[in-house]
Nanobody
Framework: QVQLVESGGGLVQAGGSLRLSCAASGRTFSSAAMGWFRQAPVKDREFVAA????????KYAGSVKGRFTISRDNAKNTVYLLMSGLKPEDTAVYYCAARETSGRSYYTRLAMYDYWGQGTQVTVSS
């Protein structure tokens, strides 16, 4: 079992930056591929970014590529999402997710993840 707790959300003006954190506890964090997803009102949850278990390989949704950076610190059992150049359309609840794996892959599909956090709200004002 892995427990995930997101933090760092808030209200920011367009063009600003935020860093989200996701602290993991429970089973070995370094054995988990991690991802960030987001869900805006009346929209489906969508993929934002993913990172493999050793932090070497990352993947981004086209809408955030070049503005967001995913990273992880396995010594701190934490994954981060640094968001810059924020736009009003980035407003959503952001969720981190974990998938236990022995491989080197990252995952972009919701169904591939085993554990989810409770989410943190990000609101970008215009």
């Amino acid at each position: 079992q892995v427990q995930l707790v997101e933090s760092g959300g808030g209200l920011v003006q367009a063009g600003g930056s935020l860093r989200l954190s996701c602290a993991a506890s429970g089973r070995t964090f370094s054995s988990a591929a991690m991802g960030w997803f987001r869900q805006a009102p009346v929209k489906d949850r969508e993929f934002v970014a993913a990172i493999n278990r050793n932090g070497v390989t990352t993947k981004y949704a086209g809408s955030v590529k070049g503005r967001f950076t995913i990273s992880r610190d396995n010594a701190k059992n934490t994954v981060y999402l640094l968001m810059s150049g924020l736009k009003p359309e980035d407003t959503a609840v952001y969720y981190c997710a974990a998938r236990e794996t022995s491989g080197r892959s990252y995952y972009t599909r919701l169904a591939m993840y085993d554990y989810w956090g409770q989410g943190t709200q990000v609101t970008v004002s215009s």
